[in-house]
């Protein structure tokens, strides 16, 4: 879904005549296969930090007729709007579980973090943070998703005894339950990012944290600092490791987060954009020279 917001980004830019191919996915009734030319060598635009301006320059020039997207681009810059964003992915209909308005929906992706392989960049959240922002809301919290029974979630129910628990539906059902609510804390989940950010929620509370966390990978880039819905909270740099002592950290109370005021949001944003100068210098270096081959002029 992340490629393909980056390709309209793209296809804005460059205008309608760009074909965009060699997605599938069903669930929002998007299809296109791969196109036989596809099958060449193309430049790629890989990781994060391509420059989709340089991109459409090339290809309104004639220098670049085929380009291949196999990084995600999480970038504000590299997506369209939220609102454009919305309408290439139509719901297919009201969600399965449905939250009220004076609701908290709270996305837990335990099983992934815990079972599917150790990533530094994410991990799970304490649950004092968790506990903080529903007294702060006044509002109910309901933990939504990967609830398997576990000290972890054992700690998040003893901390809200009152939560309701939605357990997980599937995919695509889960990105709707959370597309479709009002109020929602984010976990350390892309998936959870963009279901959030695709919907039309009153409140997204954000922990800048792990890979959400420009001091950490500034070559993502996902704070909405000019959106009036987010609301921002800084933790302390840390990589997750998935240790006994990492797992047993996350109940207790000692984990410092405060209160992110948007200054220091759009502050922290800028300094890793001039942090990432030289990497992009070489992708678009990189680009240009993969220009110049007499195959990618054909």
Same mark, same amino acid.
């Given at each position: ?18 074909a965009v191919s060699g997605y599938h996915m069903p669930e929002w =009734?998007? @299809? ?8 060449? #060598?193309?430049?790629? &635009? !890989? *990781?994060?930090? %391509?420059? /989709? =301006?340089? @991109? ?8 670049? #007729?085929?380009?291949? &997207? !196999? *990084?995600?681009? %999480?970038? /504000? ?39 599917r392989g150790i990533h530094p960049d994410y991990g799970l959240l ?32 003893k901390a809200l005894p009152n939560a309701r628990l939605i357990p ?131």
């Open positions: 879904m992340a490629q393909y917001l980056v390709a309209m980004r793209l296809q804005q830019l460059v205008g309608k005549d760009l =009734r998007l @299809v296109a296969p791969v196109r036989d030319s596809q099958d060449q #060598e193309l430049p790629k &635009l !890989t *990781g994060h930090l %391509f420059d /989709l =301006r340089q @991109v459409s320059g090339l290809m309104k020039t004639g220098k670049l #007729e085929q380009v291949n &997207l !196999t *990084g995600y681009g %999480f970038r /504000l810059e590299h997506f369209p709007s939220n609102q454009e964003s919305r309408e290439l992915f139509i719901s297919s209909g009201p969600a399965q579980a449905v939250l009220g308005d004076d609701e908290l929906l709270i996305n837990i992706r335990a099983e992934d973090i815990m079972n304490p649950v004092v943070f968790y506990r903080s922002v529903v007294q702060r809301t006044g509002l109910k919290p309901v933990f939504q998703g990967q609830l398997e029974s576990g000290p972890y979630m054992d700690g998040l129910l997980s539906q599937g995919a695509v059902a889960d990105f709707q339950i959370i597309r479709q609510a009002k109020n929602i804390v984010l976990s350390l989940s892309s998936f959870t990012w963009l279901a959030a950010w695709l919907s039309e929620a009153c409140q997204i509370h954000v922990p800048v944290y792990g890979f959400l966390n420009p001091k950490q990978r500034p070559d993502i880039d996902l704070l909405p600092s000019d959106d009036a819905r987010y609301q921002f909270y800084t933790f302390p740099l840390r990589r997750w490791n998935g240790s006994l002592l990492q797992q047993e950290d996350l109940l207790q109370e000692q984990i410092l987060f405060r209160d992110m005021p948007l200054a220091e949001v759009r502050r922290v944003r800028r300094r890793a954009a001039w942090s990432t100068i030289g990497r992009r210098f070489f992708k678009k270096a990189s680009l240009a020279w993969a220009c110049t081959r007499p195959e990618v002029q054909q």
